[in-house]
C-alpha cells in the first residue's frame, strides 16, 4: 500500500509540476548558451534567477492562482511591475529611443518649476551632465553596463550646476501630463541628493508605477477584452517604453483609459453617470494636444448610444464636450507646430546632421497620386518592420545584435489573437459594425502617424516615409487587437491564466537573447 501511495503521490506530483520543471530547464538550457557565447558570469546567474521566475509563474498557474476567479488585476499587477522592474535595469540609461530628449526635457520642467531656467539654457547638476550628456554611448552594451556599476553612487555630496544649451524646449511641444511621473521623480532625487544613477532610474520607476496603475485600471474598467489589455502591457515594445523616460508610456496610458471608459460607456447597463462622461473628456482633453493623431479615438464616444445618457440634451452636451473641448486644448497647446506644419517657406529643413526639403502639405495637395504611391511603397517595403517593432523585435536604438529572430514574434501574434477572443469568463459579442470601427480609427491612427512623418520628417529626394516605428500603433493597439475579436470563435476555459503566462515567458524568452547580444559584443 505504501508503495502505491508513493507511486501515486509521484504521478501527481509529475502531473503538476513537470510543466514548470520543463519550462525551467529551458530557459536553463538557453543560459548556459548565452554564457558559452558571453563567459559572463553574471549572465549566467540571470539566467537561473530567469529559469526560476520561469519556474515560480509556471507552478502558479498551474495551481490555478491566476484565475479570473480569484483577483486576476493583482495577478496582472504584479507581473506586469516585476517585468518592468526588469526591463528598467536591463537597458542602461538612455538606450531607449528618444531617451536623452526625454530625460532633459523632464530635467527643464524640473527647473521651470524651481526657477532654474533663463535666456542661457537651464541648470543641469554637472555630475549628471558628465554621466549622461550627449556624448554618451546610447547602446545596450558591456561597456555601458559596466559604466553604471562604476560610477554609480547612491548618494553625492556635489550638487554644483552647470548652464546647458544643447537642448531647447518650450511647453507646447512637451505634453506635460506624461511627464509629471519623471519630473516629479527629480524634483524628489536633487531634493534628496541622490547620485546621478539612481536619480535616473527613480525617474524610470516612476513612469513605470504610473503606467502599471493605469493599465490595472484599465483592466478593471473594461468591460470586456481584458486579456487583450494584458496582452498589450507586456509586449516587449511597452515594457521597455514603460521602463524609459520616454513620453510615449504616457500617452498609452491614457489611450488605455480612454479606451476602456467609453467600452464601458457603450455597454453598460446602467445610464452614464455624470462622473464617467466628465471623466472621458477629461482624458480625451489631455490626450489630445500630446498627440493629435490618437484623438481618433474619441470618435468612439460618438457610437454612444443617447439611450445611455439621462436625455437626449445631456448626450448631444457630451457629444459635444468630447469634440470640442480637445479642439481647444489642440489649438491652446499646439498652434507653434500646427503653423510649422502648415509653414511652406524655402529654408532647408533640418533632420538630425542631414539638411534638404521635406515634402510638405504643398506636395500633398499638389500630387494626392504620388503620394499614395509613396504611401504603398512605404508598407511595401517597411510593413515588415512597423509590425515586428511594434511587438518588440528590436529594441534600444534598432541595435542589430540585440534584436530578436522574426519568428520570436510569431508566437505573440498568436498570443494577442488568442488574447482578442472570447472566452469562459468574457463573453461580450462584438458586432461586425463595432469591429470594423475599432479596425478604422486604429488604422487612421497608424496613417496619421505616418501623414506627420512624411510631411515633417521625409526628405523629398526619398522614395518611402522615413522616421515611422510600429511603437506608434501602440496608443490605438487595444483597438487593432479588438478588431480581431471573432463572434464565432469562443474557448470554453479561462484564457487570462495563459495570456498572463505566455506573456511572461515570452518575455523572459526576449529579455535573455538580448542581455546575450549586448555581453557578447
Known sequence: MLHISSARSLKDFTTQYAPALLIGALITGISIYGYNATNSIPYLMFGLFAAIVGIGLTAMYRNNLFSSKKKPSLAFAGVLAFLSLVYI?????????????????????????????????????????????????????????????????????????????????????????????????????????????????????????????????????????????????????????????????GIIS???????????????????????????????????????????????????????????????????????????????????????????????????????????????????????????????EKGDFYWSTALGRSLGWFQDNIAVPYFFCIPLLLIIIRAAQRDSIDTYVLSKKMRFVFLAIAGLSFLGCMFTMFIGYTFDTQATIEGVQGRYILPVAMLLILSLRSEHFRSDSDSFPFTLLSMALMNIVFLLHIVVGALAV
Not at 531607449?96 to 526657477?115: C, K, M, N, Q, R
Not at 489649438?331 to 542631414?354: C, Y
Not at 495637395?365 to 509613396?374: D, E, G, Q, S, V
Open 89 to 249: 535595469f536591463a537597458f542602461p540609461p538612455l538606450s531607449v529611443p528618444d531617451e536623452p530628449h526625454h530625460f532633459y526635457s523632464s530635467y527643464w520642467i524640473a527647473d521651470l518649476i524651481t526657477g532654474q531656467v533663463h535666456e542661457q539654457g537651464f541648470d543641469v547638476r554637472s555630475a549628471d551632465w558628465e554621466q549622461l550628456s550627449k556624448s554618451t554611448s546610447v547602446l545596450v552594451s558591456t561597456e555601458n553596463y559596466r559604466r553604471v556599476l562604476n560610477n554609480f553612487e547612491l548618494f553625492q555630496a556635489d550638487d554644483s550646476t552647470i548652464t546647458i544649451d544643447a537642448y531647447t524646449y518650450d511647453l507646447g511641444s512637451e505634453n506635460l501630463p506624461t511627464k509629471i511621473p519623471t519630473v516629479l521623480a527629480i524634483l524628489i532625487g536633487r531634493a534628496l541628493h541622490l547620485g546621478t544613477y539612481p536619480l535616473f532610474y527613480l525617474g524610470r520607476i516612476f513612469n513605470a508605477v504610473c503606467f502599471v496603475a493605469c493599465a490595472v485600471l484599465t483592466y478593471r474598467i473594461t468591460p470586456f477584452g481584458k486579456n487583450a489589455v494584458v496582452a498589450l502591457s507586456l509586449l516587449p515594445m511597452t515594457l521597455h517604453l514603460t521602463a524609459s523616460f520616454s513620453y510615449d508610456v
Open 254 to 380: 491614457l489611450g488605455l483609459l480612454l479606451t476602456a471608459l467609453i467600452l464601458k460607456a457603450q455597454t453598460s447597463a446602467e445610464t452614464i453617470s455624470r462622473k464617467h462622461s466628465l471623466s472621458i473628456i477629461a482624458i480625451a482633453a489631455m490626450l489630445a494636444p500630446c498627440k493629435v493623431i490618437y484623438s481618433t479615438i474619441i470618435l468612439l464616444a460618438l457610437f454612444i448610444p443617447s439611450t445611455k445618457f439621462p436625455s437626449k440634451r445631456s448626450s448631444l452636451l457630451f457629444k459635444a464636450g468630447v469634440l470640442i473641448v480637445p479642439i481647444l486644448m489642440i489649438l491652446i497647446m499646439r498652434i507653434p507646430s500646427i503653423s510649422a506644419v502648415a509653414n511652406t517657406t524655402q529654408d532647408l529643413d533640418v533632420r538630425g546632421a542631414e539638411t534638404g526639403h521635406f515634402y510638405g502639405l504643398s506636395f500633398v495637395l499638389r500630387n494626392p497620386l504620388a503620394t499614395a504611391a509613396i504611401f504603398a511603397r512605404s508598407f511595401l
